[in-house]
């Protein structure tokens, strides 16, 4: 049983009928169809559901079984109304922020390694390239805010490029103790250094005692980079109505949405691939019942990042509908008072730990 | 060295080195932003308009606008018979109905000579008390929505579902009841009401406990709003303030206790105000406290309603409905203990009309908003929400 588990998985790479390499094509299908349904629908489906479950409710129940089709609708409805630019915004930043948001969410997910045949831009500097991208979500919001001349729309945009510029510093310096272990910024080599038959033992997680500190940092940093609560200020809508995208309709809305649920799941894709092992199976190799040998493979490398993906995806949910919102000074104070020095604490003992301790 | 101020470009310096050498250094001119709160504004809980003057975040002044609710309440009483009245005070603060009701009936049955039935003060208690843990229920849940905890809003209307429907069992309606008529009530609680009304409090206890980690002792909800808006026993007394509000200034002044109408004498509660351990005195924290602690008395109340209250053996809830509330001539002024502090009506009544001839009611809420000038100098935009979310305001009560 042990080598038929994921005996057709590693076959399929080598699929080629005709000499066209159709298995890898299949393979690469997986994580961008993944990447559509996910993004496009069920991101919000699940927040709907999660929430709802959190909350004593049922959440979407009307629209197929237990509201299953519920985004779709929603899309359609987004997709026929009327696309109102307002008459006194400007009109081209205002067009063109949901795209640089847009843009800036998903370029990352180009050097995702979704599973070990698979990754869209071999880059060997990968993990740079993701930090770097995400910043470009900033141009987008300022873009958005300022373009929608409206007062609301401005703080939330103000309030976002400060929290997002200032929480990039403990992120990526967190990354960087992750970058540190590995020796190397390729996202996919980053992966197959995590990979052995104990499983999880392998992770950088723990293979030293002080990466839980930066997982954690980067964690908490990640929230705040795609807005989520309890940092969601920028589209506080207590305080702010809708922040950023107040004055947004139609499908320039769903595009902002699409853009957010995308950054969810490209900072939980990157947290677990420099921290929890990527498409690597966390299940150990136990003598005779090789568990790791069974569940390692292209298709289940995608299986497993997904759902790593998933379920830091459920925790940013979780948190979301359990903490109120922190203030836009105490924010600030967290991540220049507390995060950042203790990602340059952690930067040092990581460096430490790699040069003294084999 | 120098300093001007032009008007409009900040200030400027002028520093003299030499005779030939002069440096001007101008800072960045800031102007300050009107921003209209309102009364499109999630957090401003109905149709308040909150002008604030802005400096960034920085509220310099914030003026509020009422009047987007106003229905002529005090003209229509002129024009309507007393029992007619009552449907309107439902209308005011529509959290707090029977507490309403209550007050008005109070103010009425103070000119009237009408001897009300012991059962029917019970009943009036107990609703009114289901009222008041329903009404706080709705603040705390709104205000945890105000800082940006979505989901305790959503536990507290569970349960305030559970009390809409013991009162629309009683009442027939489920938010404006025409329960408490003047000199009684409409009709008698249903066979099984306080049974079932036991079972809501023994079903509520633990969820108030529950409430109470998930939002009031949680970190991130102390560190919103420990500190924030505080207001001084004092100012607050001389503002009028009442209720939860001026409680949570740390005076012990509840109507039911220091002007006791009704049952509440015979009754065993405490008025819970903050101590200054968990909370400063008189912040939004101490206020949102206040209502906390005050569901727990609420519940003990009604228990206490429930062993005392007499039989429906004989019961006639509208013994004491005059047919014809025609009160002697003269004035008065009734009050009770609403969710939201203070109402009272002052009636005045020149003894031969079925209607009033100048009814006036002193709004809680109106006077409590009345502060926010004081409260929001100075203070962020989100300390201004979580101000607002404090003071616990109906609009339909403020501007009647």
Known sequence: MGNTLNAWSNALVGFNPMGLPLGLVILAAIPLVFIALYALTYGVYGERKISAFMQDRLGPMEVGKWGILQTLADILKLLQKEDIVPASADKFLFVVGPGILFVGSFLAFAVLPFSPAFIGASLNVGLFFAIGIVSIEVVGILAAGWGSNNKWSLYGAVRSVAQIVSYEIPAAIALLCGAMMAGTLDMQQINILQSGSWGFAHFFLFQSPIAWLPFLIYFIASLAEVNRAPFDIPEAESELVAGYFTEYTGMKFAVIFLAEYGSMFMVSAIISIVFLGGWNSPLPNLGAVALNDWTNGPVWGAFWIISKGFFFIFVQMWLRWTLPRLRVDQLMYLCWKVLTPFAFVSFVLTAVWEIYVP | ?400
Request: glycine share 8%; proline share 6%; aromatic share 8%.
């Open chain 2, 1 to 400: 060295m120098q300093e001007l101020d032009i008007a409009g470009q900040g200030s400027v310096r002028v520093t003299r080195k030499s005779d030939n050498v002069v440096i001007i250094e101008k800072d960045l001119a800031t102007e300050q932003m009107v921003l209209a709160m309102g009364p499109q504004h999630p957090s401003t809980h109905g149709v308040l308009k909150l002008e604030c003057l802005t400096d960034g975040e920085v509220i310099t002044e914030a003026v509020p606008y009422l009047g987007y609710l106003h229905r002529c309440f005090e003209k229509h009483c002129e024009n309507v018979d007393y029992p007619g009245i009552v449907p309107y005070t439902d209308r005011m603060d529509y959290l707090a109905g029977m507490n309403s009701e209550m007050a008005f009936a109070i103010a009425v049955e103070k000119l009237l000579d009408v001897e009300i039935p012991r059962r029917v003060e019970f009943i009036r208690v107990i609703v009114s008390e289901l009222n008041r843990i329903a009404s706080h229920l709705v603040a705390i849940g709104t205000y945890g929505i105000d800082l940006g905890a979505f989901t305790p809003f959503l536990f507290c209307f569970r349960d305030r579902e559970h009390i809409l429907s013991l009162l629309e069992w009683a009442s027939g309606a489920r938010m404006l009841y025409n329960y408490i008529w003047i000199g009684g009530i409409a009709n008698d609680v249903p066979a099984d009401f306080n049974k079932r009304v036991m079972e809501f409090v023994h079903y509520f206890r633990p969820f108030a406990t529950e409430l109470f980690k998930l939002l009031t002792e949680n970190e991130i909800f102390v560190k919103r709003t420990k500190g924030i808006g505080i207001m001084p026993a004092d100012v607050a007394i001389n503002y009028g303030w009442s209720g939860p509000m001026l409680r949570g200034s740390g005076v012990k002044w509840d109507l039911r206790r220091n002007d006791p109408y009704s049952i509440y004498p015979e009754l065993d509660f405490d008025v819970p105000v903050p101590d200054g351990k968990f909370s400063d005195i008189g912040d939004c924290l101490s206020r949102h406290l206040v209502r906390a602690l005050e569901m727990e008395e609420s519940l003990r109340i009604i228990e206490q309603c429930i062993d005392k209250m007499p039989g429906s053996e004989g019961f006639n809830p509208r013994a004491g409905v005059p047919k014809r509330v025609r009160p002697k001539a003269g004035e008065v002024y009734g009050r009770a203990e609403n969710p939201r502090g203070e109402l009272g009506f002052y009636i005045q009544s020149d003894g031969k009309s079925t209607k009033p001839l100048r009814c006036k009611a002193r709004s809680s809420c109106f006077v409590n908003l009345s502060a926010m000038k004081d409260l929001s100098k100075g203070q962020l935009i989100p300390d201004l929400v979580a101000i607002i979310g404090s003071i616990d305001i109906v609009l339909g009560e403020v501007d009647r």
